[in-house]
Structures are given as structure tokens and as C-alpha cells.
């Protein structure tokens, strides 16, 4: 549980003050990761603590590349020393790999991280993709919805989440299925 705490103090460090909506979505993203403890087992407190720190890439201390789950992964693995399978999950979270295309950082982010394993990354995924911007629970469609509706069509995360929109849905529903399994 101190991986947790660390998360979550090193996230308020970073976004509260700069990015409140930010660090608003974040609480409810580890919130929802905190939920998935019946389904992670040994593996609860790796995901809760990705769930604090997915988006500290935003954080304007940190932005370098402008695409915040690879400038939070670097800052975790060169700042902070953080554990591998940590960064890993950060840099992969919500289907990254898609807007890294979209941006022309697919293989840096490829040659830095090994990919997480899927169950983690669904873990993770889930928690973000039914959080909105708020910290306030929704739907995965709701949530996709939300974002197509800041971004122009034009711009690549509109374009991204597009792209990754049935991967997404399909990572919420393989977790949704989890939980139903064991209540």
C-alpha cells in the first residue's frame, strides 16, 4: 500500500494545483482501479498506483513531448526510479500506442517500454475510460463520447480515439466481464 500512497502524493504534486480537472480525474481513475481489487489480486496495488500517475505526463513540469504518457513513463523511470511494470503501464494506458502513431512516437515509445501485460492494461484502462474529466463515474461510451466532443475532428486525439475506440470499449468490457465473474 505505500506504492498507493507514494502514487498518489507524487499525482497531487502534479496536477492539483496547475491541472485541478486533471487531478480531479485522476482520483476518480484510481477510485475505479480500487474497485478492480477482487479481480487483481496481488496485482491491485501496481494498478491503483498506475491509476494515480497516468496522466502526471500533463503536468506542465513534465510536458516535453506534448503526448503525456510517454513524457509521465520517462519521468517516472529517470525522476523517480520508478518500477519498470509501473512505467510500462502509464505509457500503454487507454490505448496509447494509437495517438503515439498519430504523433510519430510509436517507436520510441516501443524501444523505451515493453508493453504491460493486457490484463493490467484492461485493469487501467477501464478505470480511465469510465472517469470523466470530473472524477465522476460513466459509461465507456459516455466517456468516449466526451472526448470526441473537446477535440476538433481534425485533431489527432479526436482522429485517435476514433481509431482506438472499439480496442477501448472491448478492454472495458473484458474487465466488466471479470468483475461479473466474481460477484
Known amino acids: 500500500m505505500g506504492h498507493v500512497h507514494w502514487a498518489r502524493d507524487l499525482a497531487r504534486e ?32 501496481l494498478v491503483e498506483a498506475s491509476a494515480w500517475l497516468h496522466d502526471i505526463g ?41 495517438e503515439a502513431e498519430e504523433r510519430g512516437l510509436l517507436a ?23 472517469t470523466g474529466p470530473d472524477g465522476v463515474h460513466l459509461p465507456v461510451e459516455r466517456r468516449l463520447s466526451e472526448i470526441l466532443e473537446r477535440y476538433a475532428p481534425e485533431d489527432l486525439v479526436h482522429r485517435s480515439i476514433t481509431r482506438s475506440s ?3 470499449t472491448a478492454s472495458v468490457r473484458s474487465v466488466e466481464q471479470r468483475l461479473a465473474e466474481v460477484n
Open 58 to 98: 500533463y503536468s506542465p513540469d513534465l510536458a516535453t513531448t506534448g503526448f503525456h504518457p510517454l513524457d509521465g513513463a520517462r519521468y517516472l523511470r529517470e525522476v523517480q526510479e520508478a518500477d519498470e511494470g509501473l512505467c510500462s503501464l502509464v505509457a500503454y494506458h487507454s490505448c496509447a500506442v494509437v
Open 166 to 168: 472499439p480496442l477501448l
Open 108 to 130: 520510441p515509445l516501443k524501444d523505451e517500454f515493453a508493453a504491460p501485460p493486457g490484463d493490467l492494461l484492461d485493469a487501467l484502462t477501464y478505470s480511465d475510460m469510465t
Open 14 to 45: 502534479l496536477l492539483e494545483r496547475p491541472l485541478p480537472r486533471r487531478w480531479a480525474h485522476s482520483q476518480g481513475v484510481a477510485e475505479q482501479a480500487r474497485s478492480l481489487r477482487a479481480v487483481l489480486g496481488d496485482d491491485a496495488d
